[in-house]
């Protein structure tokens, strides 16, 4: 069991969830707004996408990663930000021509994908290490090992620390690699993704032996979907790890009710302590996870 508990929270995601609740935050103010009540109900790590302002569809606009950033920064509320660095990866094929990407299509290399996270130098930004049927129908997730190592070792150029996302066991297995390979720096931070459409299941047998294959040394966490969110709090506590909740995820704090962010967060903080375990503080996770200090303006 995991004593020291660092609490993440995902706050939009790039999912079709804007018109199932109002309370996904669209705009780089409610994003910022939506981080800060996560981190005031005991999240020391947001992890964030952007959204077009007008229409809510997922972005890669480096201007909004910069508000949404700035925001937070300024607020004077401490948290450890995480950006995502997965948009990027989508590939979507005509059934009839599969050489042909058609609507949905937003598939780039591997430094394409990381130019807000050189900008603004979060704490951490993910990497997705691997790729992935996504879903019904033609839609890939594509991340190739060339595009991983060559996305990591900027990444490790950058002094971001990398949270290697794992949505299935191939990409463990390609992850561990990488840090046998010199390039993520130590500690590594895995965040072991359960439930997604067609990956690794939300099955706690299935947890545990992902949690056997990881490198010695490794800080991870885990979550899982939907109505699996809240369970996989103490499935991860339980086995030694760190947690993740939010809108990205899950939508609903119990059956026909919407969630905040900071809802969640709290639901989540409840178990935590509930098996006696403690929350880390947004400077404790920084040492958990060997974050580099940073000076800023």
């Excluded at 508990?5 to 705009?27: E, K, M, Q, W």
């Amino acid at each position: 069991m995991n004593h020291e508990v660092i609490v993440t929270c995902a706050l939009t995601g790039a999912g079709d969830t804007v018109g199932r609740s109002p309370h996904v935050p669209v705009t780089p103010a409610q994003i910022a707004a939506s981080a800060i009540e996560a981190a005031e109900a005991g999240a020391a790590v947001v992890h964030i996408h952007v959204r077009e302002p007008e229409t809510g569809a997922p972005s890669r606009e480096v201007a909004l990663y910069t508000e949404a950033v700035r925001l937070i920064r300024e607020s004077g509320v401490d948290v450890v930000v995480n950006l995502t660095a997965g948009m990027g990866g989508d590939l979507v094929l005509d059934e009839e021509d599969p050489l042909k990407p058609i609507d949905g299509t937003d598939l780039v290399n591997a430094l394409a994908r990381l130019p807000h996270v050189e900008e603004l130098l979060p704490d951490i930004c993910t990497l997705d290490c691997g790729s992935l049927n996504f879903g019904e129908g033609s839609q890939l997730y594509v991340s190739t090992p060339d595009m991983l190592r060559t996305g990591a070792k900027r990444i490790q150029e950058l002094g971001v620390k990398p949270e290697l996302e794992i949505f299935d066991t191939g990409h463990l297995w390609f992850a561990s690699k990488m840090v046998e390979e010199g390039l993520i720096d130590a500690p590594p931070l895995f965040q072991l993704c359960m439930g997604i459409p067609y990956g690794a299941p939300a099955d706690p047998g299935l947890l545990q032996a992902m949690v056997k294959l990881l490198p010695e040394g490794a800080q991870w966490a885990s979550f899982a979907i939907g109505r699996d969110q809240m369970p996989w709090v103490a499935q991860s506590v339980l086995l030694g790890g760190h947690v993740r909740v939010g809108l990205e995820d899950n939508l609903y704090l119990a059956r026909g009710v919407k969630a905040t962010n900071g809802q969640l967060v709290e639901r989540a903080v409840r178990i935590v302590t509930d098996l006696g375990a403690g929350i880390a503080t947004p400077d404790r996770a920084r040492e958990i996870l060997g974050l580099k200090e940073r000076v800023r303006a």
